[in-house]
């Protein structure tokens, strides 16, 4: 745990959080912190996001906000002929647990990370873009060893990192995908970033570095393409907003599915006693779980769908990946949470722009209705939700985890041990998880489930990154702290 008085950052990556740390120490707001903590978390955790990604920024307190800038992935156009690419499928071993992803050019959406970034800099950004670029072009063009953690990721995504020529290029230079203490050198990914500092968002989805992915992308039977990537934007929304015992907690909206399904999960929770038992932490899951029906899905982009859905739940008598994360706090009270993610990443990496492009279309838990049945245009249901917990007004809490469909249970659980148990934000996010999909209870070391109401367990012998990666910084007794997950190599850094 880390304490600061100028402010403090947690991310997934040491270098991520300190460029984000040296920003605040030079005057930049929170934001700025995010930003460069961002650009450089596309160059030190590439396996995880980049400029091919797409993302949720939360901004509140320090008299900013609260907003939500969306600029997750959307569904491409269909093919002409309404057929796209086969979906590629990788098995994906967790030790304990095994997923299957899909990858290819058919799995590319269109991505929304550059907008992202100029927009943040844009509405609440005092420092200029190119300042913050310039460290993660650099490394870029320098090459960073990988950490152990981002060896592991490689590790386990080995069949994907060699499914083309392109990515292999960058990963298996010799034949081997690199691993921990091998260097990792993507100088075009060094221009792109310098591109969007000096040029903004522009040629990336009307300029050549648009062509040049729509060609590529296209001539291999992925949908990516033109019309798309020129009418993509992100967007603005308030924030949704749940009480939760004396406390408001501000977190992702729809059409994005996670925040609603955790604010359903903590108003649930907040009609028992506190602390909450495992087993009330898993009814409280599994009743989250059973709402993802095709009707929650379709409602998701609906206007007035947030308030119908949680009116009727709450009030109507009704018993209640990969991805990257950043959480910063300033000394004027300002928080920025933002995750990023690029699925685990197509295999797709477009010459000569550097770019590994997500696989968000292929991800399983994003298309719980089938691949392909998201409208054109449409931001698919993500389980992201950077996360802000207010106490009376003032930030107290900020928030965000990697993993897929374990971000909604790894953030509950981390929300419930600081303010129901007390605990101080690292003892919070280190705290033992469990996890309920599918019928299944997964759990850690340290949490005791017994194999009840018809579910299966499975025991994790240590804790494990399948159960997220919560970064997370904390204003206690007027001290900020700060925590990276250990399960993802997280850290935080003071400024």
Partial sequence: MSAGGRGVVAAGHPLTAQVGAQVLREGGNAVDAAVAAMLMSFVAEPLLTGLGAGGYMLVAGGGVGPSLLDFFVVAPDPAADGRPAELEAIDVSFGDAKQIFYIGPASCGIYGAPAGVCEAARRWGTVPLQTLVAPAARLAAEGVALNHSQAYVARILSDLLRSTPEC???????????????????????????????????????????????????????????????????????????????????????????????????????????????????????????????????????????????????????????????????????????????????????????????NVMGEEDLSPLGFHQHPAGGRLPSMMAPTVVLANGSVELVLGSAGSNRIRSALLQTIVAAVDRGLDVAAAVQAPRVHFEAGIVYHEPGVEVAARNGREVVRFGDVNLFFGGVQAVQCLDGEMLGAGDPRRGGVAVTA
Avoid at 185 to 199: K, T, V
Avoid at 260 to 268: D, K, N, S, T, V
Wanted: charged residues 20%; contains cysteine.
């Fill in 168 to 358: 292999a290029a960058l990963w298996a230079p010799n034949g081997n995908v690199l691993r921990e203490g091998e260097v990792l050198r993507n100088p075009e990914l060094a221009q792109a970033l310098l591109r969007l500092a000096h040029e903004g968002a522009e040629p990336f989805y009307h300029g050549d570095i648009a062509a040049a992915v729509c060609e590529w992308v296209g001539s291999r039977g992925g949908l990516v393409g033109r019309d798309a990537l020129a009418r993509y934007g992100a967007v603005e929304r308030a924030p949704l907003a749940v009480d939760y015992r004396d406390r408001q907690v501000l977190t992702n909206p729809p059409p994005s599915a996670g925040g609603i399904l955790i604010a359903y999960a903590l108003a649930l929770l907040d009609r028992q006693p506190r602390p909450p038992t495992v087993e009330l932490l898993l009814e409280a899951m599994e009743a989250a779980q059973a709402e993802r029906t095709a009707e929650f899905i379709g409602g998701l982009g609906e206007d007035g769908f947030q308030q119908r859905f949680l009116s009727s739940k709450l009030h109507g008598g009704s018993p209640l990946g990969s991805t990257t994360h950043i959480s910063v706090l300033d000394s004027a009270g300002c928080a920025c949470s933002v995750t990023t993610t690029n699925g685990e990443g197509s295999g797709v990496v477009v010459p000569g722009t550097g770019m590994h492009l997500n």
